[in-house]
């Protein structure tokens, strides 16, 4: 055990109205930076200034696709299964193409009660859910609106994710309509 | 034991001790058995594929290998077609390692060509081949990738697979209800074996020959039987599928209620798998004396029906009976509990009150499996506690002023010969659904359905059963008809406990007995199989 001796304060310091003022220096000092100099403050003022993700931080939930726009996911509940949360809602059927044996038609991530630990994504046998988005605020009206459905997972753009090959070839998004009109979704 | 065709003799409570050595312990086990059934009586579980205890033994999947002292030394023999014999020396995997590779190759070799469909399987949870797995130490595959899975099945169902590869026919459609996955298929033949020896009626067939072999039907001809949907049980791996199960829910996330089938005397026993509030799927119950492990499509696709149109809760109120005479009338799912309730509602009113029990609909056959063709299943337990039958209602309908109907579809049954009960003024109609007795009674009252309720039934062996309740009722306030009927005798049961009880006081037979001497299995009355 090391014992830390406090150094006895000087006249100066125990006269306390000198340091009073010191520490009322060192305020204005940073407000006055934050009000002339407010780039070089080390902070971020977080609305208007966004952090910088990267793509391994877990962050919202995003579904890929395979290259016909489908989603690559085939409701295994393997995601479910692993989900410490209990916040993964899956329901299969079976798929319209003859070379593929199941889809998912419901798959929901209900992100209230989600706790981004990241183990549905490192499940998921066939590397359809991914955490890599970046989007790590959530802001909705309403509980509902947590929850992202399938339209929502799918709805991504492969600009976002440059680095990422199996993104590009996926056509991702809404841009593929007639893939998704095939798998029965919507397209807006 | 020589041929094929032998069915598996299975240990019974009189079986014969014999001592016989495993591991060079000696072990008293039944003696009249097979190596791999002797093993599991006293604890020692052998994994198989192809044996199937209701089925004949085939012995062609040798995962059950197990090592015995011979004449010529040590030797593999299959556990599953090995007849137990007085001090015969065996090995097992807790001491032989020669055993332990053997079980660990021929996992290895059934599961080379087996395609790694776990994810998206039906089975996946109960899958024998998973099991096995397991139990082998979890080996890791040998096989390279690039030499791929080799079995594809028969060659007109092969396909090219999103991924440029050759695949077998995934859902080939076998008939009405069977969809079969001739990749996932390990050639164990319990499918043909239970269609040729059980259900007796040769459907499936194994063609072509070695690894080059695949379940089909003939020619044009479909799958389709009253007992089609078992091969989806007996299929060890997710071949056979049943298309109203197929990828509903998994296994695991299901709950499983033990219960009795309440549409056939017999009584088939079964477990309701459930989860959220719905009953996803009916699966047999083994029990050796009534349904072994078979269960009738009927009986099986019955749960479809549970939960619709059904009555809703209401306020349970005593109806005026009036001075006539009364006819209360108990439908063939009344369990005893209900009967009970029944009985005490007509000792109430006395002397102008019958009880009759039965249905309109035919009493057909049994068909030596899991049904006994009579729709009426508690009829045994009417005939303990002094229920007239319903006929001799329909006869003397005029008499009666007062009809109520307890769980009984008498207008949905027969409209012809019911039509005689609409002359009757009051009729009071306790029942789940909203049938056509519902319809055209005075008041009907929305009762729980037999799935959600406890109770007990005799079936047509004279077998003392209980049903338990599974927790999908959908509406938490409905009673129970043994509830319903209990208070307008004026003493309401709380519990099924109190109206079995009730029906003990009744019934001499039942006198004395509590849920908890019931076994899983049923027990069998005094005076024996009616």
Redesign the interface.
């Known amino acids: 055990m090391r014992v830390i001796k406090q150094k006895p304060m000087t006249l100066g310091e125990r006269l306390y109205i000198f340091e009073a003022l010191r520490g009322l220096f060192t305020t204005l000092k940073h407000a006055a930076r934050g009000l002339f100099r407010y780039e070089e403050l080390p902070t971020i003022s977080y609305p208007e200034g966004q952090p910088e993700v990267r793509n391994t931080y877990r962050a919202k939930h995003r579904l890929m696709l395979r290259p016909d726009g489908t989603p690559r996911c085939v409701a295994c509940g393997m995601c479910a299964a692993a989900c410490p949360a209990h916040c993964i809602f899956i329901e299969a059927t079976a798929s319209d193409d003859p070379r593929i044996e199941k889809k998912v038609k419901r798959f929901d991530i209900d992100h209230l009660t989600c706790v981004f630990c990241g183990l549905c994504a490192e499940a998921c046998p066939v590397d359809a859910l991914r955490m890599d988005t970046k989007k790590i605020s959530f802001e909705h009206r309403s509980r509902e609106e947590f929850v992202a459905h399938l339209e929502d997972l799918t709805n991504w753009d492969p600009k976002d994710y440059p680095d990422d090959e199996q993104s590009q070839v996926a056509p991702g998004g809404t841009k593929n309509a007639e893939a998704l009109k095939v798998w029965g979704m919507e397209v807006k | 034991m020589s041929n094929y065709y032998n069915m598996p003799k299975l240990p019974t409570e009189n079986s014969p001790k014999v001592e016989i050595f495993v591991d060079d312990k000696p072990v008293m086990v039944p003696g009249d058995t097979n190596l791999l059934e002797a093993l599991k009586a006293v604890g020692i579980e052998t994994p198989h594929v192809c044996y199937h205890p209701y089925l004949p033994v085939s012995g062609n999947c040798r995962q059950c290998l197990v090592e015995q002292e011979g004449p010529r030394g040590r030797m593999l023999v299959i556990a599953c077609y090995t007849p137990v014999s007085p001090g015969m020396k065996i090995y097992t995997p807790a001491s032989s390692a020669r055993v332990k590779n053997a079980r660990k190759a021929t996992q290895e070799f059934m599961l080379v060509n087996h395609p790694l ?1 776990c ?2 399987c039906d089975k996946a949870g109960e899958c024998t081949l998973q099991e096995n797995y397991m139990e082998a130490d979890q080996n890791e595959s040998r096989m390279r990738p690039e030499y791929g899975k080799n079995y594809h099945g028969n060659p007109a169902h092969q ?4 991924k440029g590869q050759l ?1 077998g026919g ?2 080939v459609d076998l008939g009405p209800r069977v969809l079969l996955d001739e990749e996932r298929c390990v050639q164990c033949d319990r499918c043909v074996r239970f269609m040729r020896s059980i259900a007796g009626s040769e459907q499936l067939q194994l063609a072509g020959r070695a690894d080059h072999t695949y379940i089909t039907t003939f020619p044009g001809e479909k799958l389709d039987h009253e007992y089609d949907l078992c091969v989806t049980d007996v299929c060890p791996v997710g071949a056979m599928t049943a298309k109203y199960f ?3 829910k ?1 296994v ?2 299901l709950s499983h209620t033990p219960t009795v089938s309440m549409d056939d005397s017999l009584g088939a026993n079964i477990w309701l798998d459930y989860a959220d509030g719905h009953i996803y799927r009916v699966m047999p119950r083994c029990n050796p004396v009534v349904n072994r492990s078979w269960l009738s499509n009927t009986s099986r696709l019955a749960f479809q029906e549970f939960d619709k149109n059904r009555l809703p809760s209401m306020e349970v109120h005593t109806p005026a009976f009036g001075n006539g005479k009364i006819a209360i009338v108990a439908g063939g799912t009344c369990t005893l509990e209900d009967l009970a309730a029944i009985r005490m509602l007509k000792e109430k009113l006395g002397d102008r009150a019958e009880i009759f029990g039965g249905s309109l609909l035919k009493v057909g056959e049994p068909d030596g499996i899991a049904k006994s063709g009579d729709p009426v299943a508690n009829r045994a337990g009417m005939k303990l506690l002094g229920f007239a039958d319903v006929a001799d209602f329909m006869k003397r309908a005029s008499e009666f002023e007062t009809l109520v109907t307890v769980n009984a579809d008498l207008f949905g049954e027969d409209p012809a010969a019911a039509g005689v009960l609409e002359k009757i003024n009051c009729r009071v109609a306790i029942t789940p659904f909203d049938d056509a007795t519902a319809k055209k009674a005075t008041i009907a009252m929305g009762v729980r359905h037999w799935s959600e309720v406890q109770g007990t039934m005799v079936n047509s062996l004279n077998m003392l059963q209980k049903l338990n309740a599974c927790p999908v009722c959908p509406d938490e306030n409905l009673w129970a008809a043994y509830q319903v009927v209990s208070y307008m005798a004026g003493s309401k049961f709380e519990a099924a406990a109190d109206a079995f009880k009730k029906a003990g006081e009744y019934a001499p037979v039942l006198a004395g007995l509590t849920y908890d001497a019931i076994k899983s299995t049923g027990k069998l009355l005094e005076g024996g199989e009616a």
């Open positions: 469909d994810p998206i396909f090219i697979d999103a695949r995934k859902h197929r990828f509903q998994r695991w996330l």
